[in-house]
């Protein structure tokens, strides 16, 4: 069953309109339509300027989207009142990217953790310490660090204090954008091994926007391939990456370094006056939908 | 023949208080003509300050503390600075990662080229512009006459590399050092910046210094490997050795924690995290996190092994009479 769906979300952006400049529109998000199933992991992939990051942030109406819908247990978020919303953000949370910005530099690490359940007044001062020091066991961090600032942390460790931030409420789904690419290698098969235990764990449903395809390939059930602002292609994850159909997926896949030195190097150039921007989504196969002819 | 670059037991150290970091610790390694060495390791590996130190460009409190850099049969530790100001670009051109911080975001990308034209007295005026020209073809940049007049801003990032990688090549250097020159880019442009990278190494028989993070990029470009860690070079050989023969402990993991097995399988994570520099585990730095480790890991440091004449790890294991 369907948890989270979008049905034609659109976001314009505009550019310009200043003294010297006429004013011109970017279409960042363009009639965009998914769902995620419950307990699914459902990727979003992309290069910078394709419209996952803005996609994610207008789900959660971090950035109020042009016009669409996104229905969450069947009711439409965009719809809510601002206090709605909010009750609503309890349930939907997000893990960012950047585990250096993403924390507030004068807060303790607990009081980081600690700060969902005192803006939604849950429990009493002890039953929130309690959860915080739970909560720093379940995603692998020591209690005993609780007071420390986070600067005292490494990269991963910051970034498991974001996932303790966002979990601290009991969400069942979390968007994930980009949380492990500013980490180095060998701390990000940790977090993303942590990411795959809390779902399992927690039955927590996934939005995962990332440009590692490597990575998409090992953890999401199902990927959406975006090309400026709109989704091009989309279904399960073997099926996409063992048979791509649109030319700007071909393209992408075939530019993923290959970590085998004998690996033959087959490069697919996208020759982007082919792509045509308005072909809509056609199914392939059974969940597979791609916007070619 | 003699290699066009040899590093020998090179050391930098960085005086912070309270004590001296080392940041490149007794490093050695050779490029021959014609090569492309990668350089691999994690942020604070040591793997860009080794470059710096290459070209004596490691800025305060940091300080070349020991070692040789034989370049063209010179050792550059000894140069002049005006004499080391000549190797800079005529002998060892660069690329960095981050092109738009590179480049003077005033100056035309022309002005950029024929700078670095004039003050190695290649040419200048018209036919410096010219040359300008005619490089940014070589990198292969569309419409390149136009393209001379433009400002940084006015290209895509991996328009920018491009650039970059014109002026590197204005003087014709042997040498170039690329570090991690396409981390800030796509995917897609990452593949195209690469290609060109092998293209110009054929045409303008460069010879390469790749620092980068990415195995993959490494595979895909490298004839020989040099993975860092905390500031030492741990293992060292062809492109081949390190993929399909790894023997260092930190390799294989490195290796081991790239996603690619079963889809939704455990990641072979290595555990713990990148030791500080300034409070290094006494012995092996990577034991506290080497599940293989024994009693002489964590009393000393292990000297490099030569499992033959290309391939080598810094790993008690391999030592004869040692066992896990």
Known sequence: ?293 | MEPLLKVENLRTVFDVKPAPVVAVNDVSFEIRQGETLGLVGESGSGKSVTAFSIIRLVQEPGRIAGGTVIFQGRDLMSLREDEMREVRGAGIGFVFQEPMAALNPVMRIGAHIAEALKVHGVSSGKAARDKAIELLRAVRITDPERRVDDYPHQLSGGMRQRVMMAIALACRPPLVIADEPTTALDVTVQAQILELLRDMKREFDLSLLLITHDLGVIAETADRVAVMYAGRIVEQGTVREIFHNPKHPYTRGLLASIPGGGAGSRLQAIEGTVPNLASLPRGCAFSPRCSDRIDICSEAVPAEFMLDASHGARCHLLTPGSKA
Do not use: W
């Open chain 1, 1 to 293: 069953m369907a948890l989270v769906e979008v049905r034609n979300l659109v976001k314009h952006f505009t550019r310009g309109g200043g003294l010297f400049s006429a004013k011109s529109v970017v279409r960042a998000v363009d009639q965009v339509s998914f769902s995620v199933d419950e307990g699914e992991t459902f990727a979003l992939v992309g290069e910078s300027g394709s419209g996952k990051s803005t996609t994610g942030r207008c789900m959660l109406r971090l950035v109020e989207p042009t016009s669409g819908e996104v229905l969450f247990r069947g009711e439409n978020v965009l719809g809510f009142s601002s206090a709605r919303m909010r009750a609503a953000r309890r349930d939907m949370q997000m893990v960012f990217q950047d585990p250096y910005s993403s924390l507030n530099p004068r807060m303790r690490a607990g009081t980081i953790v600690e700060e969902p359940l005192i803006i939604h007044a849950i429990g009493t001062r002890t039953e929130r310490k309690d959860r915080v020091a739970d909560l720093f066991r379940l995603v692998g961090l020591d209690p005993a660090h609780l007071d420390r600032y986070p600067h005292e942390f490494s990269g991963g460790q910051r970034q498991r204090i974001g996932l303790a931030r966002a979990l601290a409420l009991n969400p069942s789904f979390i968007i994930a954008d980009e949380p492990v690419s500013a980490l180095d290698v060998s701390i990000q098969a940790q977090v993303i091994n942590l990411l795959m235990d809390l779902q399992q764990q927690l039955g927590l449903t996934y939005l995962f926007i990332a440009h590692d395809l490597r990575l998409v390939r090992h953890i999401a059930d199902r990927v959406a391939v975006m090309y400026l602002g709109k989704i091009v292609e989309m279904g399960p994850t073997a099926e996409l990456f063992g048979n791509p159909q649109h030319a700007y997926t071909r393209a992408l896949l075939s530019a993923v370094p290959a970590t085998d030195p004998d690996a033959p190097r087959a490069r697919i150039e996208l020759d982007a006056t082919l792509v045509d921007r308005e072909a809509p989504l056609r199914q392939i196969s059974d969940g597979h939908f791609a916007a070619v002819q």
